[in-house]
């Protein structure tokens, strides 16, 4: 059983990381942006609607000890983070993408730098995640899964303090 629950949940990582990319829409239902540009309340939205458990996710990594039977809970939230960042970065790509369905145009200036920091930090993590999934972490923690799980952890926390800094525009994690 315990081995079928790590199958699933090796499965559930390696979906979360590798899936994704922005949608678009063509012809008569393809958004417009509109002549006064994106607003910061609509790209806070954005990351309001997108899976906030970055924050749990980030603090139960930092809680675990990846050993013995504790590796199956630090899997768990290794995914959830990994869900987390993907539909992060999903939004914030597809809110700048012409022809996307969820196009919002450029953000403000007034958040245009937080947006980079978010969506960086976000791209980064799915990539640490997608090293520790590839390295068989998920399912042993041996030695050299260690410096990958303190990665994921150092950039689980990194996107939890990007997604603090939205809390101004009404974001809360």
């Not at 800094?165 to 009404?170: F, I, L, T, V």
Request: proline share 3%; with cysteine.
């Amino acid at each position: 059983m315990r081995r079928l629950l790590m199958a699933v949940l090796a499965v559930s990582l390696l979906i979360a990381v590798g899936c994704g990319g922005t949608s678009s829409t063509t012809g008569s239902t393809a958004s417009t942006k509109s002549t006064r540009g994106a607003s910061v309340q609509q790209y806070a939205s954005l990351i309001s609607q997108s899976d906030m458990s970055v924050a749990p996710a980030a603090r139960a990594t930092l809680q675990c000890s990846p050993q013995g039977d504790e590796i199956f809970h630090c899997s768990q939230a290794v995914v959830t983070a990994a869900t987390a960042a993907r539909s992060i970065t999903d939004a914030l790509t597809s809110a700048g993408s012409e022809g996307s369905s969820t196009y919002l145009g450029p953000p403000p200036q007034e958040i245009q730098a937080l947006v980079q920091q978010t969506q960086s930090d976000a791209r980064k993590l799915l990539s640490a995640i997608g090293d520790y999934s590839r390295g068989g972490c998920v399912k042993t923690f041996a030695t050299a899964c260690q410096e990958a799980y303190q990665q994921v952890t150092l950039l689980a926390g990194m996107l939890n303090k990007d997604i603090d800094g939205w809390s101004p525009y009404g974001v809360t994690s």
